[in-house]
């Protein structure tokens, strides 16, 4: 604790203020009259209303996409982690032919522009009568989100004391048992991680999202917001707000998950 | 329980061999250490048995039926690793409890025998902590208990005691030999330490680069080591190996020949010429006045020990090989100082200098 001013801490506020200033301006602004969206400096907030909030949800029914997206971005982690878990499991604990390729199989696919799949999927989801459902979204996000929770998941997994499973499997437990009474809980900061990452990835997508919806009724809120642009103005005040009410699920799940996210979680087991 | 393990070989994926072609019988009730030094398989045969890992070729037989295939859980066995490999996240009482568990055994049963075991092994206060917050040898009772409180018919140790500090190792080692008297069951266990090798085992497996050198009761392996190896693994400070030579001596016996080294051969059938390793154990040799004696040798180091003095010398008046003298006090003896040195004759050991196998 020193008092003295270093100029790591200059740096330090700098590199705060640039991260919170748009939040902040954001927020500020989603509260602030239409007429005092373009003031310089936009920092004070004098005169608060909630127009913005009551014309998203009351006009645009912006309840609409964030339903959407919840659905969409929820189903798609759970799915991605339940299934995640289970092959990152296999590709750290099993051996058996072509692991390795699995593995590489994986990333590579992760590795294709996104842009490039929209018209191969596009045709597949049409195919099964899917464009426009959820089903169409979910399936088309597992396509980046699996990846990423595989290699995040084996990442975590390796470096978890493989001996600890081996006890557990002669204390009388089978594979499944030792997933579930033994790695899992030890993996569950590696866990939580997997799924904050996957859900940001599913919530903020876009491409894919604008691609196979048609109309509202499936929009997610990415979607919504940019579509919110009509052809003589853009609704600025109500854009700020929409990405107010968008980041919040975001934050609880952060905060829900970063709580368990302790660490140290595996100490002891070993010799120390 | 029976264990036997059947010509078995195991190949790493990387190529690297780890047990080659070992063939071992473990009796039941029998307590059998492997010993050899760090990566000589040893390890690897106990995971072997355990069926954690599966063997490139051969069998495991226990109770003379073949388990090859058999997953861990279904063969009954319990195991003590080095590592401990607590659960982390379980209490002392549920790390305890896991395997009845699993085996769905009653509650109420859980609870007494989780109880008893804990008693038994001085664990009863921690029983509501986890591992973290206990000492190097509170986890490593819990790591044993973990085995005991199943009642399985094996116990399989994989260097228990490596990671407790002398005196605990000492009583721990010593608790364990109870154990293994009290339970009567079949124990397999694994060290690196010679010493706890000759005071735990009924019988001793040496093993190097994956095979068994030699399986005997532990004095059988002190006293008639099968090769050069075991000799110089076994026993500490370890035997003294001397290249010498056979030459046709006076009165047609064979002389034993090597630097600063002359004595008649014990026995009257060895080939005159031929090149030989001869072991004998510090113990084995008496310091006498110079000129004396089996061999000239200049004092290096002194060690007093306390009970006894190690004393090392480089034979042929310093110019020679080390060797290494134990005896029960110094008597004065200081480095640079010139000795005899006389060898016990009924404690020779004679090894072939190319294979190493014992000759007599």
Request: hydrophobic residues 50%; glycine residues 8%; aromatic residues 8%.
């Amino acid at each position: 604790m020193t008092a003295k001013p270093r100029p790591l801490s200059v740096l330090r506020l700098l590199l705060v203020f640039g991260f919170v200033f748009p939040v902040y301006w954001a927020i500020a602004s989603s509260f602030a009259p239409e007429a005092r969206l373009f003031d310089v400096p936009p920092v004070v907030p004098t005169d608060v209303t909630v127009d913005h909030y009551r014309a998203l949800f009351e006009e645009r029914q912006f309840w609409l996409p964030m339903r959407n997206s919840l659905v969409v971005a929820g189903s798609t982690t759970a799915l991605a982690i339940v299934v995640g878990t289970l092959a990152a499991y296999a590709l750290t604990r099993l051996r058996f032919r072509g692991r390795t390729l699995v593995l590489a199989g994986v990333l590579a696919v992760s590795m294709l522009p996104q842009v490039s799949l929209v018209p191969p999927l596009y045709l597949a989801l049409r195919a099964g009568g899917l464009i426009n459902s959820y089903t169409g979204l979910v399936l088309p996000y597992l396509s980046f989100a699996l990846p990423l929770s595989i290699w995040l998941l084996v990442g975590y997994l390796r470096q978890l004391p493989a001996e600890v499973e081996d006890a557990a499997l002669i204390d009388g437990a089978s594979r499944l048992q030792a997933l579930w009474h033994i790695v899992l809980p030890l993996a569950w900061p590696g866990v939580a991680t997997a799924a904050i990452l996957t859900f940001l990835y599913c919530w903020n997508e876009f491409l894919f999202a604008l691609s196979f919806t048609l109309g509202p009724e499936r929009y997610t809120a990415p979607v919504a917001i940019a579509l919110f642009r009509g052809r003589y103005q853009v609704p600025w005040g109500e854009i700020l707000a929409a990405a107010v009410v968008t980041t919040l699920p975001v934050v609880a799940v952060v905060v829900a998950f970063e709580r368990r996210i302790v660490e140290g979680l595996t100490a002891g087991a070993m010799k120390g | 329980m029976s264990i036997g393990l059947d010509r078995i070989t195991k190949v790493f994926a990387n190529g690297r061999v780890a047990v080659r072609d070992v063939a071992l019988e473990i009796a039941d009730g029998e307590l059998l250490v492997l010993v050899g030094p760090s990566g000589c398989g040893k390890s690897t045969v106990l995971r072997l048995v355990a069926g954690l890992e599966a063997p490139t070729s051969g069998r495991i037989l226990i109770d003379g039926r073949d388990m090859t295939g058999v997953p861990p859980h279904a063969r009954d066995l319990a195991m003590v690793f080095q590592s401990y490999a607590l659960y982390p996240h379980k209490t002392v009482a549920e790390n305890l409890a896991f395997g009845l568990r699993m085996r769905a055994v009653d509650r109420a049963v859980i609870d007494e025998r989780v109880r008893a075991v804990a008693a038994a092994l001085r664990i009863e206060q921690v029983l509501d902590q986890k591992p973290s917050q206990l000492s190097g040898g509170q986890r490593q009772r819990v790591a044993l208990g973990r085995a005991i409180v199943r009642e399985p018919r094996a116990f399989l140790l994989d260097e228990p005691l490596s990671n407790l500090d002398p005196q605990l190792r000492f009583d721990t080692r010593a608790e364990l030999g109870h154990l293994h008297r009290r339970l009567r069951a079949t124990m397999i266990h694994v060290t690196h330490d010679q010493e706890e090798a000759m005071t735990l085992g009924d019988r001793i497996a040496v093993m190097r680069d994956g095979s068994v050198e030699q399986v005997a009761a532990p004095l059988e392996v002190y006293e008639r080591p099968a090769n050069r190896f075991v000799a110089a693994f076994v026993g500490s400070p370890s035997m003294n190996l001397l290249d010498v030579t056979v030459v046709p001596g006076a009165g047609g016996r064979p002389m034993v020949k090597g630097p600063g080294l002359s004595i008649e051969a014990p026995s009257m059938d060895l080939e005159a010429r031929s090149t030989l390793v001869l072991g004998v154990r510090p113990r084995d040799i008496a310091i006498v006045a110079p000129g004396r004696g089996d061999a000239l040798a200049r004092i290096d180091l002194v060690e007093p020990l306390g009970h006894e003095v190690v004393v090392r010398a480089r034979l042929d008046e310093g110019r020679g090989p080390g060797i290494t003298i134990v005896v029960g006090d110094g008597q004065g003896r200081a480095p640079a100082e010139a000795v005899g040195l006389q060898f016990r004759r009924d404690r020779f050991h004679l090894f072939d200098a190319g294979s190493g196998a014992r000759i007599m």
